[in-house]
């Protein structure tokens, strides 16, 4: 028994010094020889932007070796969970920098009173309508319009639609392929839209009508274009950006936005600088490199349009077409009247 | 009774239920106390009126009418098409039925996305099935229209659940001796008779088991029912309770609604497990296998059998396999038209660069299996010590059972808020990560596991264990050398249900590791994301394969211990 405890010992004795060691040897090995040694900040994205083909990794690769500060880039949901979990974490802060904040949820997070306001010198290259906050706690970096993507081989030229309206005529029964706003964050831009478009008035009207013609209305994007591409319906709802993933990876302009007379619903997404982050010179420093040297990189990596107005775009993009009218919402309008619009919505169309 | 009592009440049997209780209690109970407590909390402080108005309100009842309406009327269509299955698999043996058996656990491991793009590829106006009818009839319209209705509903949940029922009851009815059957044929019953009085009343206990976990997954039922279903006018509680969570970030609301959920389950649960108990106390337990060597005797019989194994088939297989061509189809060159590929395995195993996600698929498959077989390994153990706790009668057992099954009846949405409060309290590296993760997937395959077991567990007269305990043996003698000898079979099926669900699950995953670790259904749902479907598929394939696989050479291991 005497000399089980005793080897039981060693054993242990071993273990906690092979442990030890192994911290040093970690704690060793992630010291970098520059001053730059305690410059590391939290970046926290959503997921799409953190995969291997978001424009994440290589944006950060670049940035760490143009300025020598790493980046520890935290793939965190999407931007709901990204504000729980900031929120969830105020006593305790971890992350320096949130991206990808769209402007439908710019309200929650100004009301959480996380971000501070940081005049970037970047925003003298970026049109004002898609700077929506005037005190600049949120800096957008990309965005996108929302938009009907017609598969060209079911739908002829004359019957593509041109406007929200004709869309609910009867000859696309069936035809179109719609999402929930309950449970998408691209099916509420679509509520917006068409809010928009028919004020509080006569959106309901226009989603009543589409009743008929919808084939179905899907819990999320991923599931309606999957139909699309099925060739279940020949009309999608999506973003004008999507034909530049066929142009570019499958090299067919099969699929074609269409442009409406009404003008398109925008959805910016935002970066902000998080007033909990202790290292905010170097968090700084990162939302200008979004903004002005990675803009590139995130436009052909997310399929959006670069908000920097200098960006030149490749030809892909020309399938791309940019509507004349890029129609928005206040975010306090939204943050005031979502709730209504979503019980309006749910009760027209489960009627 | 008294020796058996007092053999059980030892440390032994008393300690077994702690290792279960304790993970469900960390990851699973803890978590959603805190949820469901915002439910109290207004801006005035503790009140219970959010809860009065969220549980009166007209609206919520017509959801939840609708969701239990919906939720009985798939475990009714499940229970039709598969009683008739478990009943050739249980009484014959026959071509094709090993593979039934093995696709049974398919469903569970491909995510819903893509059981969802399966139904369209198949069944859809475009699908395999209508292009075949319209190129044969000559029609110029699809002829069955049967997605983005309310039918398709059902269809898709009895295509998901059937094979549960059908696996959990057969296997139970391989083991029923045939004593009371033939003194019935004896005693001049006609066989139609004999089955509706006696075989379908011993088979209940297994029958009522596995159709309370169909119920329960349809309950929770999300993209199926919107995406196939044509839309808002189905909507069930899972979706409103997304709604208040995700859209309107109003956790109270979320958390009320789920609350009532949970109530109105346990509900069920708890009058499932009082039917179920009385029943099982009758069944006893055999090991003879001999009904399994009989095959089909009339020309009617085997008409039936081969008609049942052929529409099944094609009914699991259809879906599945319009997944797996796609998985074969890729468009490289300028033309839009698709032709056969294996560029999506290539870029899979790393023969050539993966395109975007694909360059993960290597090292999720590695995580998905390794997670996977772990989480089995773990949750047969525990699952069995819980079971040891639940069979006896008794208050306490009772709460045991009701605990052990409550992880089902709680909405993901509300799991996953949950686990974020474990994941911001909790850090560490990649290895707590790891630790956490399979954790929370036992806690999603106990419940599983307990419905295999328990049936099978109560059949097994206490006299076996009394006759070792008067004997001499100790209790954890007589648990591993009775009590786990008899309980095989369902331990591997058990075992085989944790590992599907782990392979499939998604949500704790993505939440508890911090996105750290990638398992194959993450990088299908980013493939999806960024219109890669064909390489989903191809991952998909992977799963539909490793899952059959898995399935097969555990029947096998059964196979064995039956001496067949």
């Not at chain 1, 143009?66 to 880039?73: A, H, N, S």
């Not at chain 2, 009815?173 to 044929?185: G, K, P, Q, S, V």
């Not at chain 2, 398992?519 to 598929?537: D, E, H």
């Amino acid at each position: 028994m005497e000399v089980l405890m005793n080897k039981h010992r060693n054993v242990c004795a071993f273990l906690a010094i092979l442990l030890v060691s192994s911290l040093l040897f970690a704690q060793g090995k992630q010291e970098v020889p520059a001053s730059k040694a305690n410059q590391e900040i939290t970046v926290y994205a959503y997921d799409a932007f953190c995969g291997d083909w978001g424009p994440g990794p290589s944006i950060v690769e670049t940035f760490e070796a143009k300025t020598g500060i790493r980046v520890k880039l935290v793939s965190s949901g999407d931007a709901i969970e990204m504000l729980i979990k900031v929120k969830s974490e105020k006593n305790n802060p971890i992350a320096d920098v949130v991206v990808g904040i769209s402007d439908d949820m710019a309200a929650k997070a100004y009301e959480a009173n996380l971000f501070e306001p940081y005049a970037s010198e970047a925003l003298e290259s970026i049109p004002a309508f898609l700077q929506i906050d005037g005190q600049h706690r949120l800096l957008p970096f990309d965005y996108g319009n929302f938009a009907f993507i017609v598969d060209t081989e079911k739908l002829s030229k004359e019957d593509v639609p041109t406007s929200l309206m004709e869309l609910t005529d009867p000859k696309y029964k069936n035809k179109v392929l719609l999402i929930d706003p309950r449970t998408s964050s691209v099916g509420l831009g679509m509520l917006l839209w068409t809010i928009e478009v028919f004020g509080e008035e006569g959106y309901l009207a226009w989603w009543q009508a589409m009743k008929e013609n919808a084939l179905t209305i899907a819990e999320g994007w991923s599931s309606a274009y999957g139909l699309f591409t099925e060739g279940e319906a020949p009309l999608v709802l999506s973003y004008t950006t999507s034909p530049v993933y066929h142009v570019t990876y499958e090299e067919t302009t099969r699929y074609q936005a269409v442009l409406f007379t009404d003008g398109h619903s925008t959805t910016i997404e935002n970066v902000g600088l998080l007033s909990s982050s202790k290292n905010k010179e170097a968090a700084k420093l990162f939302i200008d490199f979004l903004l002005t040297d990675a803009q590139l990189e995130i436009a052909t990596a997310n399929s959006m349009y670069p908000v920097n107005s200098q960006t030149i775009l490749p030809p892909a993009f020309d399938w791309a077409p940019k509507p004349e009218k890029s129609l928005s919402m206040e975010a306090s309008a939204i943050e005031k009247n979502l709730d209504r619009w979503l019980t309006e919505w749910t009760k027209v169309m489960s009627r | 009774m008294n020796i058996h009592e007092s053999g059980t009440s030892k440390g032994f049997y008393k300690a077994m239920p702690i290792p279960g209780a304790a993970v469900l209690i960390v990851l699973f109970l803890v978590p959603l106390f805190f949820t469901l407590s915002t439910a109290f909390l207004t801006e005035e402080g503790f009140s219970v009126s959010r809860i009065l108005e969220t549980f009166t309100s007209s609206y919520t009842i017509r959801i939840l009418l609708f969701t239990l309406f919906q939720a009985a009327l798939s475990t009714l269509a499940s229970l039709m098409v598969a009683l008739p299955g478990a009943y050739l698999l249980a009484n014959y043996s026959f071509k094709g039925k090993r593979l039934i058996k093995a696709l049974s656990t398919v469903p569970f491991v491909i995510p819903s996305i893509l059981v969802v793009l399966g139904f369209v590829i198949f069944f859809g106006n475009n699908g395999f099935l209508n292009q075949f009818l319209m190129k044969i009839f000559n029609l110029s319209t699809p002829p069955i229209q049967i997605l983005y209705t309310f039918k398709a509903i059902i269809l898709a949940h009895t295509f998901f659940n059937f094979p549960i029922i059908m696996n959990l009851v057969s296997s139970y009815w391989e083991h029923m001796d045939l004593h009371c059957e033939m003194a019935a044929w004896t005693l001049g019953a006609k066989k139609s008779k004999t089955f509706r009085t006696i075989t379908l009343p011993r088979l209940l206990p297994s029958i009522i088991s596995s159709a309370s976990l169909v119920f329960l997954f349809c309950y929770n039922s999300f993209a199926i029912i919107l995406v196939l279903g044509g839309g808002p006018q189905y909507t069930t509680m899972e979706v409103e309770i997304y709604r208040l969570a995700r859209m309107s970030m109003d956790t109270g609301g979320a958390a009320a609604l789920s609350l009532l959920s949970i109530i109105i389950t346990s509900l069920l649960l708890i009058w499932y497990n009082k039917s179920q108990k009385v029943l099982a106390r009758t069944e006893s337990y055999t090991l003879s296998s001999k009904r399994l060597e009989k095959r089909p005797t009339s020309t009617l019989g085997r008409l039936l059998a081969l008609l049942y194994t052929l529409s099944s088939l094609l009914f699991i297989l259809g879906p599945i396999i319009s997944i797996v061509l796609r998985s074969f189809m890729a468009s490289s060159t300028r033309s839009a038209t698709e032709i056969f590929s294996l560029k999506w395995y290539r870029q899979l195993f790393a023969l050539e660069r993966g395109t975007g996600h694909m360059g993960s698929a290597l090292e999720a498959l590695n995580n998905s299996i390794s997670i996977a077989a772990l989480v089995a390994i773990l949750t047969i153990p525990v699952a069995l010590a819980l079971a040891t706790a639940i069979r006896k009668k008794g208050f306490a057992s009772s709460t045991l059972e009701l605990f052990g099954m409550l992880p089902m009846t709680v909405s993901s949405v509300i799991i996953g808020l949950g686990y974020f409060i474990i994941s911001n309290r909790i850090r560490g590296g990649v290895g707590v990560g790891y630790t956490l993760v399979v954790l929370a997937h036992m806690v999603i395959a106990i419940p599983f596991a307990l419905r295999t077991i328990l049936p099978e567990y109560r059949k097994i007269p206490v006299s076996y264990m009394q006759s070792s305990l008067t004997l001499g043996a100790s209790p954890m003698r007589t648990f591993f050398l009775i009590e786990v000898p008899l309980l095989k079979g369902a331990l591997l099926t058990g075992g085989i249900f944790a590992f599907a669900l782990s392979m499939g699950e998604i949500n704790a995953t993505l939440t508890l590791s911090n996105s750290a670790i990638v398992t194959l259904p993450i990088v299908m749902y980013r493939l999806i994301g960024s219109y890669n479907f064909q390489g989903a598929c191809a991952l998909g394939t992977i799963l539909i394969l490793v899952s059959t696989i898995v399935f097969v050479v555990s029947e096998l291991a059964k196979g064995d211990s039956n001496g067949r």
